[in-house]
């Protein structure tokens, strides 16, 4: 491939390429400024006041303001730069973070996944095992053992979910301090403000921005990374200022004899006061969580030349301003800035405050997203609101419940300490979470001795242990609308996980019988009339009972029958060559071929109007290679009903044998090469009128009268393209799940209450798959589960 300057990459020396590479990563370290940071940047405004809120107050001194700042730095250092910056970031998943990426990681390298469909030609995708060797994947005795007992498997799921959940409580909290915090600044002009004015600001600020959600981040993304790297340069120079004009001598605190002097003398009152102090870390988690959106090298230089020092220099000189003025405690921030910056400061903290709390919505959205791929969270609205930037999303169901519940905890506490409460529980459960399930990928992805993992669990859950029952302590001032919060997501979670579980373990259970289709014979005992039938459903083997259901019921089926099976695998994102399996369900004159359509769990299902076309294509490849013996990529050995080939969509322009004529929804004229001559007018529905990007391209194949080309084949390839020519029909199951009565009560009540009003209220299935109503066949079952 040939780079701009007309040079090859081969030809460019290493110093070249090494300069490109740093160049490339300087500049998406500018980027990440805006939407990596601005949680954590904003923390200065609300740590001090959070800390020094109890009964630390009755004696603060220069020697406790001391004490605190050494905790501060330490932590700085300890958690994101050591933790996070030099360990985590290497354990990305094919340039993902977050904390599905270490499930899917561990999933990947240990039998632990709880989803059902999964299949053997997954693990031959070639980002499964990440390039590791085969030597890693040999068992341990504890792997063995994770992998033999399922209710470990689904204690490892539930923590999992519950760190899922608790980062949804950031993107409810976030926003509510980070703003409350930022328009506080007015209480200190000489306009007075009182505290409910101050509130009705902040709720203003919140319902603008929320309302703003559907156009997308990038629609304001380039002013996203400007306006934190102002305002890192304004909380530098302040905090710089502080340092000179106040106490130079707040440089000593950096030793951490500070920290044990104030742990010594402060015992219960330092303690409980960490419960506030957590709050400098708070955004941490997103340096690994938004890794794909950067590399990890700019992250890292982003995090250790520029937010470090910045954050260390303004903590620093806070510090130094609360140690000869103890009385400004409630309003730290704003008291230590200089008058005549004073509004221009303020201006710059509430964009800062609504560039992080934006990122933390964003990213609220991504992990309900990663929710919903791994069968735990229901069907909802996802939005592309970026064709260029990848992960920006919306779901609108989701944005207005967070905006209903981030006004509540803004006008019910009205104070940032205690909604720091909530905050710092949310977000050091969050740390707790990947501290242990980082252990885990040590020892089965890393293959690192078990000393190893043990030695970086315990030193991290010490520390964070600390923070995490601090935070505990204030569960009655506001850390218990976390856990309330989190009880009623992982219990929509559980729920929705259950019955799906149940759902396809009834679909798995009640299968066909290869035996009763071969003996119906090719026409199924019914009528085949012209046309495809694709028939969606959850199996990745196997044929559903919908189908003999409709077989029994109705008296006719199509000439060719596709079964599709869309599902997510346990990885970031699935090459497109990758993406479509295809196999026989039935020898050759029945007609009937499987497609499993696979996607990774941050892969973007785009309104893809080519999807039915890419299934033919991919079925008039597979027959071809079947039939001329090429054994490409044959994931299973059986003839038919679980063998299946890897079909790449973008190869298929390379098959000679085919001719492909597109056409947009108007009547065609297209010649077969047998001599026959096939004629569609399709008309087009008032829905389709209203709704042009919903009609689906209409692409024709011709079939060359190739002489080479076995008559069998030829005519499998032909049948395919008048039924192609015929139309494409979509078939999905309407069901009902229910419980038996010999059920438990307590099982009736999940299915028959919670499971039934999730599947009510939710998204259908059609409508999740962008199937167009107008050719839709639903198929309504009971299942007694």
Known sequence: MELESGVSASQKNPSQLSWVNLSKDLLLAYQSFGVVYGDLSTSPLYVYTSTLSGKLQSHLNEEVIFGIFSLIFWTLTLIPLLKYVVIILNADDNGEGGTFALYSLLCRHANISLLPNQQAADEEMSCYKNGLSPEAAESSSLKRFLENHRSLKTALLV????????????????????????????????????????????????????????????????????????WLAAIFSIGLYNIIYWNPKIFHAISPLYLIKFFIKNAKEGWISLGGMLL??????????????????????????????????????????????????????????????????????????????????????????????????????????????????YIPEINWI???????????????????????????????????LMALVIMFVWQKNILIATIFLLFFW???????????????????????????????????????????????????????????????????????????????????????????????????????????????????????????????????????????????RRDDRDFDNHIIRCIAEFIQIEAQELQLSISETSSFDGGTTIISVRSFESVSSWTVSENEDVGVDNNIASGRSFSRQPSISTYDKENPHSRRRHVSFLVPDDPALDHEVKQELLDLAQAMEAGVAYIMGHTHVKARKSSSLLKRLVINVGYAFLRTNCRGPATALNIPHISLIEVGMIYYV
């Open 280 to 393: 400098c870390i708070t955004g941490t988690e997103a340096m690994f969580a938004d890794i794909g959106h950067f590399t990890t090298l700019s992250i890292r230089l982003a995090f250790a030349f520029v937010i470090y020092p910045c954050l260390v220099v303004q903590y620093m000189g806070q510090a130094a301003f609360l140690s000869k003025n103890l009385n400004s405690v409630h309003n730290s921030f704003y008291d230590s800035i200089p008058e005549p910056i004073l509004w221009p400061v303020f201006v710059i903290a509430t964009l800062a405050a609504i560039v992080g709390s934006q990122a933390v919505i964003t990213a609220t959205f991504s992990i309900i997203k990663q929710c919903h791929v791994l069968g735990c969270f229901p069907r909802v609205k996802i939005v592309h609101t970026s064709k260029h930037m990848f992960g920006q999303i």
């Open 159 to 230: 923590v999992v979910l519950l760190g899922a959940c608790m980062v949804i409580g950031d993107g409810v909290f976030s926003p509510a301090i980070s703003i409350l915090a930022a328009v506080s600044g007015v209480r200190v002009t000489k306009t007075k403000f009182t505290d409910v004015e101050v509130v009705l600001i902040a709720c203003v600020i919140l319902v603008g921005l929320f309302a703003l959600q559907h156009y997308g981040t990038h629609k304001v993304a380039f002013v996203f990374a400007p306006v934190v790297i102002i």
């Open 462 to 604: 010490v520390i964070e242990g600390l923070y995490l029952s601090a935070a505990l302590i204030k569960v009655f001032q506001g850390g218990w609308v976390p856990l309330v919060l989190s009880f009623i997501f992982m219990l929509v979670m559980h729920v929705w996980h259950y019955g799906t579980c149940t759902k396809y373990n009834y679909d798995l259970s009640n299968k066909v019988s290869l035996k009763w289709l071969l003996a119906l014979g090719p026409s199924l005992g019914v009528a085949r009339v012209p046309g495809i039938g694709l028939i969606y459903t959850e199996l990745a083997t196997g044929i559903p009972a919908i189908f003999s259901h409709f077989v029994t019921n109705l008296p006719a089926f199509h000439m060719v029958l596709v079964f599709v099976c869309v599902k997510t695998v346990p990885v970031p994102h699935v090459l497109t060559k990758e993406r479509f399996l295809i196999g026989r369900v039935c020898p050759r004159p029945y007609r009937m071929y499987r497609c499993t359509v696979r996607y990774g769990y941050k892969d973007i």
């Open 402 to 436: 967070l905006m209903i519940l981030t006004l509540a905890v803004t006008i019910g506490f009205r104070d940032t300490t205690l909604i720091g409460n909530a905050y710092g529980l949310a977000c050091m459960t969050v740390m707790f979470v990947t501290t242990f």
